[in-house]
């Protein structure tokens, strides 16, 4: 259906590797009506890890292209000389230029005036989405926020979770960007960087920044720890 063929774009289902196996988004099967209206915003079995949203929100930033993540840039021997090196691939068009701009400018408004704003940074224009994972009847959801920045010229992505989230002052389960509370566990993140001509990967304790986007090259995206949230809302 068109859901489906939609996520799938943006990388749902595949099996990738970078090179260790990344453990694969998935939607449901079979849906009736209401479970599919259920889906469209990230619930009833919807599954994602971080990386995946970070490669959603990598995709809008580079104008609707989703890049291949990898871990390893490149190969050095002990003589420095260059052994190997990764060249990067796109995977899809996930969206249209177009709608990826249209996308960046709702994003934009979240930060601005909407859930997001905790996210602002002086002098920076940042888009951004919050969400709410559900994942047990009794259970705190985990709290979600995927963001790039600058809005109008993307350097890095970033995909968050906070599990458990504290409950935001909406009333809703997950916090806004920045909202904790003592106790909670570090989030995870991963962040695809994204600069035409980028430098080394780093990577961090629960997530990662890569080196590079490129419209038609580069766009990596290291992993953090790959552990599924279910039930995704927004």
Known sequence: DALRAQAEKFGFGD???VPMRVTPSTLPAELNMPQLAQSSIGQFDVRVTPLQMAMVAAGVANDGAVMKP????SVIGSDLSVIETTDPQELSQAVTPDVAAQLTRMMEAVVTDGSGTRAQIDGVAVA???GTAQHGEGRKPHAWFISFAPADDPQIAVAERLAPGP????GRGGAEPGESHQGDPAPEESSPQGR???SPATQHEHGVEP?????RGGGQVEPGRFETGQHQGG
Not at 70 to 73: E, T
Not at 167 to 170: E, T, W
């Open 15 to 17: 099996s990738l590797s």
């Open 196 to 198: 035409r001509s980028g």
């Open 167 to 170: 409950v935001g002052r909406r």
């Open 211 to 215: 080196g590079e986007r490129h419209r």
């Open 70 to 73: 990898y871990l390893v840039q």
């Open 128 to 130: 951004g989405k919050s």
